[in-house]
């Protein structure tokens, strides 16, 4: 079955630590994206990849970073520089062209500073 | 700046009835509008996606429909069961680009 896996489904992080968020699909969609999700807050995007080896600054990628090496996969580093990084955050592929049909999510990362 | 507004209360309903839940935006000309189903803890789901020439798009017991005049999207759930009840997501996004900005959600409780 085709999908979108994020590990690790929770995190804990000591605070001036960096930790990595690993974002994996198999649906062979050329775009990725990542969003962070708060309490009572709608889903705001942080970065995004419509291709490989290419990505873009979402609203919010302030303390964050992302690297785009393969088509399947899109990591999430969350810096020391991010300074309130609890959140639970969520991985998105989808198609980029006329076959757009929605986002697929993974199932989240609950991360917790410590 | 764009603004999505989705009613922050939740919405009680009776299993059977229909529910109906709003979408406004203001600032903002999207091309298209998708709705999102979340349940706690989970990744959202997708469920249907209109277009701007598009006034109402069905897909079984959901209906959408899109009033570019009065900057509305209004989304139907006929006959509801208790397992609809979740959080849905407005996510309008202009021309040019599929990415959406997501309004807050509004949480559907459907009683039995």
């Known amino acids: 079955d085709g999908g979108i896996t994020q590990s690790p489904k929770y995190l804990f992080r000591k605070e001036g630590q960096n930790v990595t968020l690993s974002c994996e699909q198999n649906?062979?969609?050329?775009?990725m994206y990542w969003y962070r999700q708060d309490p009572g807050q709608g889903l705001r995007l942080i970065y995004y990849s419509q291709i490989v080896n290419d990505f873009q600054k979402g609203d919010i990628a302030e303390g964050y970073s992302v690297s785009r090496e393969k088509k399947e996969s899109f990591p999430l580093t969350v810096t020391s520089a991010q300074k309130n990084p609890t959140a639970f955050y969520l991985c998105a592929s989808s198609s980029n062209d006329a076959t757009f049909s929605g986002y697929t999510f993974g199932s989240g990362t609950r991360l917790t500073v410590v | 700046s764009q603004k999505i507004e989705q009613n922050s209360e939740a919405l009680n309903i009776q299993e059977g009835k229909t529910a109906t839940l709003t979408c406004n935006y203001t600032n903002y000309s999207p091309a298209y509008l998708q709705w999102y189903r979340q349940d706690p803890g989970r990744g959202p789901v997708f469920l249907l996606l209109i277009r701007e020439n598009e006034k109402e798009k069905r897909k079984e017991r959901l209906k959408v429909t899109f009033d570019t005049t009065l900057k509305q999207s209004l989304f139907h759930i006929t006959a509801s069961q208790p397992a609809d009840s979740a959080t849905y997501l407005c996510?309008?996004?202009?021309?040019?680009?599929?990415?959406?900005?997501f309004g807050r959600g509004t949480s559907l409780i459907v009683h039995p």
């Open positions: 996510a309008p996004s202009s021309g040019g680009s599929y990415i959406p900005t």
């Open positions: 649906l062979n969609h050329d775009a």
